[in-house]
């Protein structure tokens, strides 16, 4: 495999594990993202759930995606002596009686026996919790911290040089007969990984991005007590151990700012006091929000450019980050890097025709 020289624009989760792989796997790369600009990346929960939406269905592709993710971070764990993978029990609550039916056929398909435990009958669970529908456990569940995931590679690109904090400017981008030029760096490939602000992006904003706002609290509940689990009561509950809680995630596919909002908190306290039985005093301690690079078929947005085809994107991670992202990037890289083709069901090419109709090509 020859050295290429790429340029990874965008330091998220999606933009840091390619750069990482892509250096690992001896090329040369530079990454540049601001942090500075909002991100997702930094403010989400950070889960990996496999049973997840009002349906009660196993995340898509889950088999192929849980044991990629582990190994990914287990090895960055042991690269960077950090801890950032931790499995942990998951407890779904019914919401009524037509969510226990479903669980009860989820429970007796085969499809569902890896990543379901046992139900949890009505006064079975924590007595904290609101509990009049019964519960059930889900299995492989984890929690990645991905804001130390986060710190620990930009401080590792930092320091063998490769990674510029700063806001790319795309109409500084230069195509030359051979490679791309952007400010006194040459690259054979350009990808782009700036989740929402692919929008601004000239060359791939045909793609139906669809950004869904989320916020999240940490909150100060230090007489609840709850067991180390991940709380799923229509919103979820992490507990960090020391008496505070993770408490998430609002969605709201209409707001497309970046900023906290009342509404928001006011949103997950309400939640979080309907699913705890008895009253308890709550402090909120921080209060985050983002935008989910959601797309219009919730299927990632990756591969080439339809014209130019050494610019790339690896985007549309949505809500399932910390899952998606170790598999995706292996997907691309053997992509990228071998040729092999990509999952019809990820690669953008199922969205060439808008961009035939799209008034396109910046230059
Ligand atoms: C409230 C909330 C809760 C969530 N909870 C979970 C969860 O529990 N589990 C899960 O798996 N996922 C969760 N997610 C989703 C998860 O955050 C995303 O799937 C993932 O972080 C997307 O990563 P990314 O790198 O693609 O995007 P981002 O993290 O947004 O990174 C993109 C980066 O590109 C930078 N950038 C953009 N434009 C430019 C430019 N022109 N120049 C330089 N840099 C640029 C941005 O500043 C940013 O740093 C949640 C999201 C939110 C908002």
């Not at 990454?31 to 889960?47: F, K, M, Q, R, Y």
């Not at 402090?283 to 591969?303: C, E, M, S």
């Amino acid at each position: 495999m020859s050295t290429q020289r790429h340029i990874i624009v965008g330091a998220g989760l999606a933009g840091c594990l390619l750069a990482w792989r892509l250096e690992q796997a001896g090329q040369r790369v530079i990454l540049i993202g601001s942090t500075e600009l909002p991100n997702a990346s930094e403010v989400a929960g950070g889960i990996i759930n496999p049973v997840t939406g009002r349906w009660m269905t196993k995340t898509w592709n889950f088999d192929t995606l849980i044991p990629c993710a582990e190994l990914t971070y287990r090895e960055l764990e042991q690269q960077f002596d950090i801890a950032l993978y931790h499995p942990i029990p998951l407890i779904r609550y019914c919401q009524n009686s037509t969510d226990t039916k479903r669980m009860g056929r989820r429970m007796r398909n085969p499809r569902y026996a890896d990543v379901l435990g046992e139900p949890i009958a009505v006064g079975n669970g924590p007595t904290a919790l609101e509990d009049s529908h019964g519960s059930f456990q889900i299995k492989q569940a984890a929690h990645v911290d991905l804001p130390l995931l986060l710190q620990t590679l930009r401080a590792y690109f930092i320091n063998k040089a490769i990674f510029r904090d700063e806001r790319f400017v795309y109409s500084d981008l230069r195509k030359t007969s051979n490679h791309w030029e952007y400010n006194g760096l040459q690259a054979d490939h350009i990808t782009f990984s700036e989740g929402t602000g692919m929008q601004l992006n000239p060359w791939f904003n045909w793609l139906p991005m669809t950004p869904a706002k989320g916020e999240t609290l940490v909150i100060d509940c230090p007489d609840l007590n709850l067991p180390r689990a991940i709380y799923h009561h229509r919103k979820w509950l992490l507990p960090y151990g020391d008496g505070t809680y993770r408490l998430g995630a609002t969605f709201d596919s209409g707001d497309s700012s970046h900023e906290q909002t009342a509404a928001g908190a006011s949103e997950l306290l309400k939640a979080a006091q309907s699913f705890i039985a008895a009253a308890h005093r709550m402090t909120v301690k921080q209060h985050y929000a983002g935008l989910r690079p959601t797309t219009q078929d919730l299927r990632p947005f990756i591969g080439d450019h339809p014209t130019e085809r050494r610019l790339h994107i690896f985007n549309g991670l949505g809500s399932k980050g910390a899952s998606l992202a170790p598999e995706l990037v292996r997907q691309f890289l053997a992509h990228l890097l071998a040729g092999e083709a990509l999952d019809p069901e990820i690669d953008i090419t199922r969205y060439h025709d808008m961009f035939n109709s799209s008034i396109h090509a910046p230059h």
